[in-house]
């Protein structure tokens, strides 16, 4: 992953050929190749400028870095003991941020391509290399509904996944009762396949939250990410747009919608909350539930042919 980083960035600032390879222009020189420098540090960095990544994916990839030099000293340790720290929700972080990624290089060769000029082609459609490597990595790490092949994390199956009364006793979070709540989730029939792919990883994510905590978390962040991507297909919008700013235009042009600020951007602001990892196991999974459920409506709201409301 780490190399795919600095292969693209590098491809960015290429600037012809020579015999010895590709050559560079001066500020990748100057910046990337200076002796010591570290080239993948320095290109997160670069990403992170360009508002490729966030603040918050630095700190997965150092969270990471720790995480595989611990597991390289002290493998048996890892293997053996059951009360070592496992974590794989790094996992999911790691693809999800080389999705940001792929998706900036795909932006880069459509607009690069004379083939697609006057041609809608969705970064998200094209599938590259490590796309698809990484696609059947996940779909080892993240089994079919009901194979669980891990042990179940007490932290899940302690909460209820439902709000509590006297009338309504609690539902815990077991792996069968994940399954039924995600299955009984609003369909998405009118979903772009950028923003169908968030919303099924979404509710994948959900149901693994039985075995990792913070996978509801992460859930609840990637189904909140899908509403702002389909707010940017409806607005057609510039990459480069906030999210805010792309609130602020929908609500200007809809103004009798049934879509208000306080909904909207209170699902930007839970996005940025789930977005840290150290808040991941401070929240209650049944706002995660229902986070995920509201963005299922939200989509489906956005994407309604006016006549059907």
Same mark, same amino acid.
């Given at each position: 992953?780490?190399?795919?980083?600095?292969?693209?960035?590098?491809?960015?600032?290429?600037?012809?050929?020579?015999?010895?390879?590709?050559?560079?222009?001066?500020?990748?020189?100057?910046?990337?190749?200076?002796?010591?420098?570290?080239?993948?540090?320095?290109?997160?960095?670069?990403?992170?400028?360009?508002?490729?990544?966030?603040?918050?994916?630095?700190?997965?990839?150092?969270?990471?870095?720790?995480?595989?030099?611990?597991?390289?000293?002290?493998?048996?340790?890892?293997?053996?003991?059951?009360?070592?720290?496992?974590?794989?929700? !790094?996992?999911? %972080? $790691?693809?999800?941020?080389?999705?940001?990624?792929?998706? @900036?290089? &795909?932006?880069?060769?459509?607009? *690069?391509?004379?083939?697609?000029?006057?041609?809608?082609?969705?970064?998200?459609?094209?599938?590259?290399?490590?796309?698809?490597?990484?696609?059947?990595?996940?779909?080892?790490?993240?089994?079919?509904?009901?194979?669980?092949?891990?042990?179940?994390?007490?932290?899940?199956?302690?909460?209820?996944?439902?709000?509590?009364?006297?009338?309504?006793?609690?539902?815990?979070?077991?792996?069968?009762?994940?399954?039924?709540?995600?299955?009984?989730?609003?369909?998405?029939?009118?979903?772009?396949?950028?923003?169908?792919?968030?919303?099924? !990883?979404?509710? %994948? $994510?959900?149901?693994?939250?039985?075995?990792?905590?913070? @996978?509801? &978390?992460?859930?609840?962040?990637? *189904?909140?990410?899908?509403?702002?991507?389909?707010?940017?297909?409806?607005?057609?919008?510039?990459?480069?747009?906030?999210?805010?700013?792309?609130?602020?235009?929908?609500?200007?042009?809809?103004?009798?919608?049934?879509?208000?600020?306080?909904?909207?951007?209170?699902?930007?602001?839970?996005?940025?909350?789930?977005?840290?990892?150290?808040?991941?196991?401070?929240?209650?999974?049944?706002?995660?539930?229902?986070?995920?459920?509201?963005?299922?409506?939200?989509?489906?709201?956005?994407?309604?042919?006016?006549?059907?409301?």
């Amino acid at each position: 992953m780490t190399t795919s980083i600095v292969e693209i960035v590098a491809s960015f600032h290429e600037h012809g050929w020579s015999e010895s390879g590709p050559t560079y222009t001066l500020e990748y020189q100057q910046r990337f190749l200076r002796r010591g420098q570290n080239r993948v540090k320095e290109s997160i960095s670069w990403l992170i400028d360009e508002d490729v990544l966030e603040d918050s994916d630095q700190k997965t990839m150092a969270e990471v870095r720790e995480y595989r030099n611990s597991l390289a000293h002290e493998l048996a340790k890892a293997l053996i003991d059951p009360d070592a720290p496992a974590k794989p929700y !790094l996992i999911v %972080r $790691l693809y999800e941020l080389m999705r940001k990624v792929e998706r @900036f290089q &795909a932006s880069l060769h459509l607009d *690069a391509n004379a083939e697609f000029d006057n041609r809608e082609v969705d970064p998200d459609d094209v599938h590259t290399g490590v796309r698809i490597v990484s696609d059947l990595v996940m779909q080892l790490i993240m089994p079919a509904p009901g194979a669980h092949l891990f042990a179940l994390d007490d932290r899940t199956r302690r909460q209820s996944i439902v709000v509590t009364s006297e009338e309504q006793p609690p539902v815990y979070a077991t792996p069968d009762a994940l399954e039924t709540a995600v299955a009984e989730l609003p369909e998405t029939p009118h979903a772009p396949e950028g923003v169908a792919s968030l919303l099924q !990883l979404s509710r %994948r $994510l959900l149901v693994m939250s039985s075995v990792e905590y913070e @996978f509801a &978390a992460l859930g609840a962040e990637k *189904a909140l990410q899908a509403v702002e991507t389909t707010l940017r297909h409806v607005l057609n919008a510039n990459p480069r747009q906030s999210y805010s700013e792309l609130i602020e235009r929908y609500l200007a042009t809809h103004p009798d919608g049934p879509l208000d600020t306080d909904m909207l951007n209170s699902g930007r602001r839970l996005r940025n909350v789930a977005a840290h990892p150290k808040n991941a196991a401070a929240m209650p999974i049944v706002l995660m539930m229902q986070s995920v459920r509201t963005s299922h409506e939200i989509v489906n709201e956005l994407l309604r042919n006016p006549t059907e409301r």
